[in-house]
């Protein structure tokens, strides 16, 4: 009598994926146009307190607050809390494409960020006096968990490249010109 070994399998679910031709056209009218810029537009208008909504195009109001030792009342994530959200987002949108793109299929993807901020000058409302570069987030920690029918080696790859061209990334990471004034 023999005994048969089944050989286990592992089911896999990929994550939904995005549409490749169209990643390729837009790759393609960004070779076309490497100097080509869209515009962001949102319009944050304050509760009372700290809470605050933000308005992006027809989408529900982004709702913003501070914890109550910074004296807001905790009803939502902290501002920059907000502004990890969009780089977590924007990394995971990343990896999502140059995965795509490499034509590697993805069974997993998380983005785990935390930064450390300072806010000694209290807003500019009587605080520590303090230079620009002291405030703000002085370190940004990303792990970003990515799983797929690829190699470690290329999983970091695509990672690797993800950040190197992901624009909130740069955003955080390169001085960017700001204004802000007294709207007429």
């Excluded at 319009?43 to 992006?56: A, D, K, N, P």
């Excluded at 795509?100 to 806010?119: H, M, P, S």
């Excluded at 490249?161 to 390169?174: D, E, Q």
Aim: proline residues 6%; glycine residues 10%; contains cysteine.
């Amino acid at each position: 009598m023999s005994t048969a070994t089944a050989t286990p399998t592992t089911a896999r679910v990929y994550l939904r994926p995005i549409d490749r031709d169209g990643l390729m056209g837009f790759a393609d009218k960004g070779r076309a146009n490497p100097e080509f810029r869209g515009t962001n537009v949102v319009h944050t208008v304050c509760e009372g307190q700290y809470r605050t909504l933000s308005y992006v195009g027809q989408h529900q109001a982004v709702v913003v607050d501070e914890p109550p030792h910074l004296f807001g009342e905790d009803t939502a994530p902290a501002p920059g809390e907000i502004v990890l959200s969009g780089l977590g987002g924007c990394l995971a949108v990343g990896v999502t494409a140059v995965a795509t793109w490499k034509q590697v299929r993805l069974t997993r993807l998380e983005v785990f960020l935390e930064a450390d901020i300072g806010n000694s000058a209290a807003w500019g409302a009587g605080g520590a006096e303090r230079e620009p570069a002291q405030m703000g987030f002085q370190e940004i920690r990303v792990k970003v968990l990515v799983e797929g029918d690829a190699s470690r080696e290329e999983l970091a790859e695509i990672v690797r490249r993800a950040n190197y061209f992901s624009p909130v990334a740069n955003t955080l990471r390169n001085p960017v010109p700001m204004t802000v004034s007294l709207m007429d």
